[in-house]
């Protein structure tokens, strides 16, 4: 009962900064400049100018905008702050890492299974299907002629990848089916973000809580 307890705190303290913009914060999360009993070190937000980012270990400069935090579901809700409202741009982020996301203060989050990949291929030929979506407009897309977005989650088989293509490419999106899409449908549902689901035990119980990664590199 006591571990409970110091997990999921009732109230928080009086010094611990309750919210951000919009955005009620509380325990396990915190933001950077609380004290330090407030929250978990590993969930620490940042707050400027009425947004907050949740710094990933994705690369040096990678920040999310948090748009949502359920504490019923234990899930997180965010945005690649770097993503362009305007127009539709293509982010890069290192492969395969997205079973198990780091904050910048150790191990803390897992990519929700129900998440589907999304890749920017570059193709070799055209390729006519209603898994692969012309990309070619988005900002920053390879030089390729043919540009395409394909969606890869438990339904998609491997033979459904073009051999002619490569990975350009990959970031998780919250789709299941891009069939009748347009770029511009995708990007907007890139703009909604992801989840993540994240546990205070986390960090002692590693394996157990990232669990095996949904990949078309690592079936590949």
């Known amino acids: 009962m006591a571990l409970a307890v110091s ?7 009086a010094d611990c900064v309750p919210s951000c913009g919009n955005l009620t914060i509380g325990y396990p999360f915190r933001l950077r ?14 707050c400027k100018n009425n947004h907050t980012t949740l710094p990933l270990e994705l690369s040096t400069h990678q920040n999310f905008l948090v748009e949502e935090i359920s504490r019923e579901n234990r899930t997180v809700r965010v945005v690649d702050a770097s993503l362009d409202r305007n127009k539709c741009s293509i982010p890069y982020y290192p ?13 803390s989050f897992r990519n929700i299974t129900e998440n589907s990949i999304m890749y920017v291929l ?15 407009n988005c900002t920053n897309s390879p ?5 395409y977005f394909f969606l890869f989650n438990n339904q998609t088989k ?4 073009n051999e002619s293509c490569r990975i350009e490419a990959q970031f ?5 089916n891009i069939s009748g899409l347009s770029a511009s449908d995708i990007y907007l549902q890139m703009l909604m973000g992801f989840e993540l689901k994240y546990s205070p035990w986390f ?7 990232c669990g095996s990664s949904l990949s078309l590199l690592k079936k590949m």
């Not at 960090?203 to 809580?209: D, P, S």
């Open 7 to 13: 997990l999921f705190p009732d109230t928080c303290m």
């Open 33 to 46: 400049g609380d004290p330090k009993e407030c929250g978990l070190p590993w969930y620490e937000l940042v």
């Open 95 to 107: 492969l395969l890492k997205f079973q198990c996301w780091q904050s910048q203060n150790g191990p």
């Open 122 to 136: 570059s193709c070799n030929m055209p390729i006519s299907s209603p898994l692969h979506v012309d990309a070619s």
């Open 143 to 147: 030089s390729s002629p043919h540009t």
């Open 158 to 161: 491997l033979s459904d990848f």
């Open 172 to 176: 998780p999106v919250m789709l299941s």
């Open 203 to 209: 960090a002692f119980n590693n394996v157990e809580f």
